[in-house]
Nanobody
Framework: QVQLVESGGGLVQAGGSLRLSCAAS????????MGWYRQAPGKQRELVAT???????NYVDSVKGRFTISRDNAKNTMYLQMNTLNPEDTAVYYC???????????????WGQGTQVTVSS
């Protein structure tokens, strides 16, 4: 069983910053990829950023240059530093993990419960 706990969401004014955290715990043998997704009201969930076990990162165009994804392998924790936020960034942000729970298990996808980010104009 793998659990993901997100924190760091909240209300911020346009131009401000927030830092999201996602702590993974439980039976984790190896992590393939971690990432952040977001879902705004009335819209589909979209990928925001990903980071591989080799620390390769990928971002959706709308956040490039403003958001930074990182991870602390020792703590199984991932972060999303969000700068220069604008109202279009308002959404529920979800942590995603693709991992194996044992050497012989298949990779599985895990999701956090989501954390609300609201950017006021």
């Amino acid at each position: 069983q793998v659990q993901l706990v997100e924190s760091g969401g909240g209300l911020v004014q346009a131009g401000g910053s927030l830092r999201l955290s996602c702590a993974a715990s439980g039976s984790i043998f190896s992590i393939n990829i971690m990432g952040w997704y977001r879902q705004a009201p009335g819209k589909q969930r979209e990928l925001v950023a990903t980071i591989t076990s080799g620390a390769n990162t990928n971002y959706v165009d709308s956040v490039k240059g403003r958001f930074t994804i990182s991870r602390d392998n020792a703590k199984n924790t991932m972060y999303l530093q969000m700068n220069t936020l604008n109202p279009e960034d308002t959404a529920v942000y979800y942590c995603h993990l693709r991992a194996k729970s044992s050497p012989h298990s298949r990779t599985a996808d895990y999701w956090g419960q989501g954390t609300q980010v609201t950017v006021s104009s």
